[in-house]
């Protein structure tokens, strides 16, 4: 079976907190497949809370360094989502 992971991170405070989590991001890039990141814009409010979900590939070990770098980031918090996937034939 393979695995598929996804990782969702909730920033408390963007501005804060995204230069050491992008410094992360990019230590693994070779883990992320897929990367969404929203936030709350208006023309009144550009929000501090933001979130990231990756789609994670290559080594789940590295998938498991990747989510404790990330989790020992103050004000980020991090929820893992895991899928096993059977290959046919």
């Not at 590295?62 to 059977?86: A, H, I, P, R, Y």
Request: include cysteine; glycine fraction near 10%.
């Amino acid at each position: 079976m393979n695995e598929i992971r996804i990782l969702g991170l909730r920033v408390s405070d963007r501005i804060k907190e995204a230069g050491r989590a992008q410094t992360i991001l990019t230590h693994y890039a070779e883990c992320v497949n897929t990367r969404l990141g929203f936030h709350e814009v208006s023309d009144d409010v550009n929000s501090r809370t933001g979130f990231i979900i990756l789609e994670l590939r290559g080594a789940p070990e590295k998938w498991d360094l990747l989510e404790k770098e990330l989790g020992e980031v103050g004000g980020l918090d991090v929820k893992k989502m895991s899928f096993n996937q059977k290959q046919k034939g």
